[in-house]
């Protein structure tokens, strides 16, 4: 499209096509990869004059003038190429990704480029800081130091190499995204009922589903997790669960069968390490992590290291005592004197079961997901004085739904939720954002946040509504907590507003926060109702589950630093020969207790680390685990002092203001600090694990 077209051919343009139309909400249903390149290549000029008018000399080293021409610019571009990011992540489709790959390079130049400009970086430098309200503060705060981690200072080859290096990283981590999502996709198993013996009713209800919509005999098989998990847990033939195991264990790698080999990612891998440790010391760190820890809370990696190994020695005698219930299970109940890694899932429910007369599958039938909602909702809205109401919007698919929050019918913000598992769908569970909370400058209107809340659970299977695990209902109540973040912002500056601008390491406190409620009787009792009775989960049933709920917690500590210290002493120089793998089996001799079979490529489906942005990163979850405890462990009080509820109101309002309200606008630290009154303590993390004498 041809910036300098007539305005009734640009209006005409931006009517045909959805991506440039930024009156209200994404028009997702109307998208199509047709429109992508045209969309970009329009939005990536007027973004590229809108940088050249802001850098000019005789524009003045304005905040408020900047933001008119260059952030509502910039802005139309984040949000336009997020819808298309969005869309690639979960409808992929071979036309989509084609053109989603094709644009990639351009954007990604350009966001390089801009926070490389020196001109730029010389206007933030030039504004005068007594103009500047707290917000604004912090957001140039940040700013600047971007400026210097984007190669602003570089000159030269050095600059230009800076530059390649992105655009390389991008295209690989994007590869990478690929070749794990097509090499789950890739395989299915065609398994006979007498095979599934002891799988739950819904999984065989699904598999079968699935095989029949394809004209195919017996049971679906595939490597989804709504999937693959029951199977691992209950299923009794063992060799079965072996199959299963090494398919999933060898996705993306050399290792993988026949001609699923041609999506191994080691050589990306490989590339993306060299990559960041090149763009490191061009920047003048001495490896990744260190620039990575730049705008995280944790000074060095050496202190994220001796944090991770120190919690590792408080979690390693319970999960030595984990081990050895479950060795002697295995030998006494089960038969299986030398378990293999595809037992332990196996071992660990049948032992659950034996221990606390519960299992997964006894509540599930209980949380089917309409109740759950509902319930969510109702924690919410008591717990940050808010309304959720259905709204209507263009969705990209059937299954997606659209909500708004509100207070005294005003309204704060909306969010999607997609939670279902499907073909073209990456794995895992994630929160987006579409927009963020501004006071925009260009028409002073006020602008509210939209999130994206992404799940891959079960699907409904005929008239049924679909049934979650207690997993599930807690992956859902974490990534609500970073659409809370998000949301309940009264920030009014986007980069600084929600979740931008919040230390990396903090960011998954309000998520982790939210998890707990999923273990408190009065909250939980009101969102169950049987899939066939509608009665709701008894007493009796909870009571097993909580007493559960600590089972194996040793072994899943270790588990979680095993992979945090990987990539932590990956990318500090741990590996300089440049064998990962090698580096892998290091840390999994000094942490692990349970060691997966040689063909095991677990790091090849990384993608927090190697395509989601957690590289030197993936500390974070523990980390902020301890911040989430220590903030819960007010709502305890609370309840305990009042002798009601940890749904209080007032204990609530202070979260919000002090931790979900403020966004970025200041330091997590101060945030944590002025909601708890002091620096965060262990204890909490401990004793909610089970791990405290």
Not at 84 to 107: C, F, G, W
Not at 395 to 404: E, L, Q, Y
Request: with cysteine.
């Amino acid at each position: 499209m041809n910036a300098t077209a007539a305005p009734e051919s640009a209006a005409l343009n931006q009517a045909a096509n959805p991506l440039l139309d930024f009156t209200d909400l994404p028009l997702f249903d109307a998208i199509r990869p047709e429109q992508v390149e045209p969309a970009v290549d329009s939005l990536l000029q007027a973004a590229a004059t809108a940088l050249e008018q802001v850098t000019a000399d005789d524009f003045a080293p304005d905040w408020q003038a900047m933001a008119q021409v260059l952030d509502v610019a910039t802005e139309r571009l984040g949000r336009a190429w997020g819808a298309v990011s969005h869309l690639n992540s979960v409808a992929d489709t071979p036309e989509l990704r084609a053109t989603y790959n094709a644009a990639l390079p351009k954007v990604t130049e350009f966001w390089t480029r801009l926070g490389a400009d020196e001109r730029l970086y010389a206007k933030y430098k030039a504004m005068d800081p007594a103009r500047l309200d707290a917000e604004q503060t912090q957001a140039r705060r940040n700013a600047l130091r971007g400026f210097v981690l984007g190669g602003a200072e570089l000159q030269g080859e050095a600059k230009e190499r800076f530059a390649a290096i992105q655009e390389r990283q991008a295209e690989l981590g994007q590869k990478f995204s690929e070749n794990a999502l097509d090499a789950t996709d890739a395989w299915t198993y065609y398994a006979s009922a007498e095979e599934l013996d002891g799988v739950p009713a819904d999984t065989l209800a699904a598999t079968r589903a699935a095989a029949e919509a394809e004209g195919k005999a017996g049971h679906k098989l595939t490597l989804k997790l709504p999937c693959y998990l029951p199977l691992m847990q209950f299923g009794r033939n063992r060799s079965l669960r072996e199959k299963l195991y090494r398919a999933y264990g060898t996705r993306a790698s050399e290792q993988a069968e026949g001609d699923a080999v041609k999506f191994d990612n080691s050589a990306i891998i490989d590339e993306l390490l060299a990559l960041r440790q090149e763009e490191a010391e061009l920047l003048g760190y001495p490896h990744f992590a260190a620039v990575s820890l730049v705008p995280k809370m944790a000074e060095s990696a050496e202190q994220v290291v001796t944090f991770l190994r120190e919690l590792a020695q408080k979690a390693r005698p319970y999960a030595e005592r984990d081990l050895a219930d479950m060795r002697a299970f295995a030998a006494e109940s089960l038969g299986l004197a030398d378990p293999q890694a595809w037992d332990w899932p196996y071992i660990g429910e049948q032992l659950r079961q034996a221990r606390y007369a519960y299992s997964e599958q006894d509540v599930k039938p209980y949380f089917t997901a309409p109740k759950v909602l509902e319930g969510l909702f109702k924690i919410v809205e008591t717990l940050f004085e808010v309304q959720i109401r259905p709204d209507q919007a263009p969705v990209w698919h059937p299954s997606v739904k659209c909500f708004r929050l509100e207070r005294a019918g005003q309204l704060i913000g909306q969010f999607y939720l997609d939670p279902g598992a499907r073909a073209g769908k990456r794995g895992g569970a994630w929160m987006d954002d579409v927009r963020a909370r501004w006071l925009r400058p260009d028409d002073a209107r006020l602008q509210t946040p939209v999130a994206q809340l992404v799940c891959n659970f079960s699907e409904p299977v005929g008239d049924k509504p679909a049934l979650l695990t207690h997993d599930d209902v807690i992956t859902l109540f974490h990534e609500f907590g970073h659409g809370l973040h998000h949301l309940l912002t009264q920030v009014q500056e986007h980069d600084v507003s929600g979740i931008s601008g919040v230390e990396w390491d903090a960011v998954e406190l309000p998520s982790q926060f939210m998890e707990n409620f999923c273990w408190e009787w009065d909250v939980l009792s009101g969102m169950t109702a049987h899939v066939e009775t509608g009665e709701p989960l008894p007493r009796e049933l909870f009571d097993k589950m909580l007493a559960a709920k600590n089972f194996q917690s040793g072994l899943q500590t270790l588990r979680q630093i095993e992979f945090s210290l990987f990539d932590m002493l990956l990318h500090s120089g741990g590996a300089a020969d440049g064998d990962f793998m090698a580096l892998l089996q290091r840390v999994r001799d000094e942490v692990a207790l349970i060691q997966p079979p040689a063909y095991s490529r677990t790091a090849h489906t990384f993608s927090h680390i190697f395509a989601g942005g957690y590289a030197a990163g993936y500390y974070s979850y523990k980390w902020a685990e301890v911040l989430s405890a220590d903030v819960y462990a007010a709502f305890e009080e609370a309840a305990q002092a009042n002798g009601g509820s940890t749904l209080d109101v007032e204990t609530g309002r202070r979260f919000r203001r002090e931790l979900l309200e403020v966004g970025g606008s200041r330091p997590a630290m101060d945030s944590f600090k002025a909601f708890r009154g002091r620096e965060p303590e262990l204890d909490a993390l401990l004793r909610h694990q089970g791990m405290a004498d």
